[in-house]
């Protein structure tokens, strides 16, 4: 049986795929610049040189799996409807594109929910029947795995941990609310945090090095981040009672400016059995686990 996935995580800054065996072993990882304001055409176009580069030979093939920064339901019809950082794409049905530019099977995931699934298939949450998983980027997104199966919900909204809020009135959000915990804990957010804080900073990397440099502001602006995100998670560990709190994403670069202030506002929220079962630990796929857990749910839906 082909046991061979072709894989792709698409984000609003690149588009990363391989191909991945059915033990999890990726080869041929590409990654090219997602492009602005792109066209459907557009996109599909770049689709296509990459899966040249990645799976030459598509007889291989087994299925095609995505992620899509977008609600994605149980049943997905493949119309992209909520695309923040890629509004161009909107109304797009890259599940009907993909099967007409592959003749395989598609699945599409949200790209969070495959973050929590690549995760917990061959990283930090393996074996572990129940965990959350938050991805730190530019925004906030989350997979949610309950009783070894991940949380979609009716509209693919299940799992939508940047949003919850964590200051009633507080900032704008692009989701239409305001207060929501990714705007005060995203890489996003710790740049704008540290400017009004008085900071020249273009990026969290830039925070993160006056941080390491001694700059009080710095460690002010992430011992707030930690608390608000802290704030979140104990809440979701009092809600779920799950086994494993997961952090990816670029932010998890600063771990260790922000993690034990996450700790702390979890042990003191939490109830204390919640707290002490919900081991915080870091994502070990870095950039792939969003292609790690699309491919994992073409496998399983394709046997």
Not at 214 to 234: N, Q
Request: net charge negative; charged share 20%; with cysteine.
């Amino acid at each position: 049986m082909k046991n061979v996935v072709l894989a792709a995580d698409l984000g609003g800054t690149n588009l990363r795929m391989a191909a991945v065996a059915g033990d999890g072993s990726l080869s041929t990882v590409c990654k090219k610049p997602t492009p602005q304001n792109a066209t459907p055409d557009a996109l599909m176009c770049l689709i296509d040189s990459m899966a040249i580069e990645c799976a030459p030979d598509r007889s291989v093939l087994r299925a095609v799996a995505f992620t899509a920064p977008a609600p994605v339901a149980k049943d997905f019809d493949g119309v992209l409807k909520k695309l923040p950082n890629l509004p161009s794409l909107v109304g797009m049905n890259l599940k009907t594109e993909l099967e007409n530019l592959f003749d395989l099977p598609v699945t599409i995931e949200n790209d969070a929910t495959a973050a929590g699934i690549g995760e917990n298939w061959l990283g930090a949450s393996r074996g572990v029947k129940n965990s959350i998983c938050v991805t730190l980027g530019t925004g906030i997104g989350g997979g949610i795995i309950i009783n070894g199966e991940p949380i979609r919900g009716k509209d693919g909204i299940g799992g939508e941990i940047g949003h919850i809020c964590v200051e009633p009135d507080g900032h704008p959000c692009g989701c239409g609310s305001h207060g929501c915990i990714e705007q005060y804990a995203s890489a996003t957010a710790i740049v704008r945090m540290a400017r009004e804080a008085g900071m020249r900073a273009e990026s969290a990397k830039d925070v993160y090095a006056a941080f390491k440099n001694g700059d009080e502001r710095a460690d002010s602006v992430f011992r707030a981040m930690g608390r608000y995100l802290g704030i979140t998670l104990a809440g979701l560990a009092n809600t779920l009672n799950p086994e494993m709190l997961v952090i990816c994403g670029g932010v998890t670069q600063g771990w260790d400016a922000f993690a034990a202030h996450v700790e702390a506002e979890i042990s003191i929220r939490a109830y204390p059995a919640a707290a002490a079962r919900a081991k915080l630990v870091k994502g070990e796929l870095g950039d792939n686990a969003g292609i790690a857990g699309a491919a994992r749910s073409a496998l399983l839906s394709t046997t």
